[in-house]
């Protein structure tokens, strides 16, 4: 089953997004910290990351910057309630 990561420092967005994942058949993991994503390390190149690009501790450019570092070939869906520009 493919997992599908979902971080994003707004838990009840997080949560909002995870019930979706559930829905649609898919194992849904959710991280309010980028930091602890990596710690956990449960992703791989097959994973599906949702990643909100504006967050306090480690923000999702510098999550797109780890996971390049790591060579992961995950696919990832941006999001970002900042403003329409973002």
Same mark, same amino acid.
């Given at each position: 089953?493919?997992?599908?990561?979902?971080?994003?420092?707004?838990?009840?967005?997080?949560?909002?997004?995870?019930?979706?994942?559930?829905?649609?058949?898919? +194992?849904?993991?959710?991280?309010? @910290? =980028? %930091?602890?994503?990596?710690? $956990?390390?449960?992703? &791989?190149?097959?994973?599906?990351?949702?990643?909100? +690009?504006?967050?306090?501790?480690? @923000? =999702? %450019?510098?999550?797109?910057? $780890?996971?390049?570092? &790591?060579?992961?070939?995950?696919?990832?869906?941006?999001?970002?309630?900042?403003?329409?520009?973002?």
């Amino acid at each position: 089953m493919t997992e599908i990561f979902i971080i994003d420092d707004e838990e009840s967005i997080a949560e909002m997004l995870a019930e979706v994942v559930t829905l649609s058949g898919f +194992l849904a993991n959710i991280y309010t @910290d =980028g %930091i602890l994503f990596f710690q $956990e390390n449960k992703f &791989n190149d097959n994973s599906i990351i949702i990643l909100d +690009l504006n967050m306090p501790t480690m @923000d =999702g %450019i510098e999550v797109i910057r $780890e996971l390049s570092n &790591n060579k992961c070939k995950a696919s990832l869906i941006l999001m970002s309630g900042y403003d329409n520009s973002v």
